[in-house]
């Protein structure tokens, strides 16, 4: 994997398994086992507790869409060619909550509250990142 601009989180010793699982498509994230809480994006330390008891696991790639916005003017000249396109906030099945690009032929369907799936997509650089789609 190219450490790139591309990347919405960098690629750091903390993330580094998080984007070797997307390039698995992979879905993981951090889960403390001293308060059985999970956390997004990875860090060292339980933000909850404070403990370094970190397992990673594997999410079911499901959640509903929290918020969501429509991005006309791209941030960086790495996005530019993909504006406008649908950036959400995703809260997974299993507790925690994302930010990532929304895919939709139909930008009417996402609305606050929509089940997604999750689903992989690789990029011409050779990143894999997260993306995703109202479930069927």
């Known amino acids: 994997m190219a450490d790139s601009d591309h990347l919405p989180i ?9 984007w070797d699982g997307c390039a698995r498509e992979e879905l993981l ?3 403390c086992l001293g ?6 994006y990875p860090r060292q330390m339980c933000v909850n507790c404070n403990q370094d008891r970190l397992e990673w696991r594997k999410s079911g790639k499901k959640g509903l869409i929290h918020s969501y916005t429509v991005v006309h003017r791209a941030p960086t000249p790495a996005f530019k ?3 406008p396109y649908i950036v959400g906030l995703i809260d997974l099945n299993e507790g925690f909550r994302m930010m990532m690009m ?3 032929s139909d930008a009417s369907e996402v ?6 799936d999750i689903f992989f997509h690789k990029r011409t650089n050779g990143d894999t990142i997260p993306f995703a789609t109202i479930e069927k």
Request: proline letters at 10%.
């Open 102 to 104: 929304i895919e939709s």
């Open 35 to 40: 308060c059985s809480r999970p956390q997004f």
């Open 10 to 18: 960098p690629v750091t010793a903390e993330t580094r398994p998080f």
């Open 29 to 31: 994230y951090q889960f």
């Open 111 to 116: 609305r606050i509250g929509k089940r997604v």
């Open 81 to 83: 060619s993909e504006a």
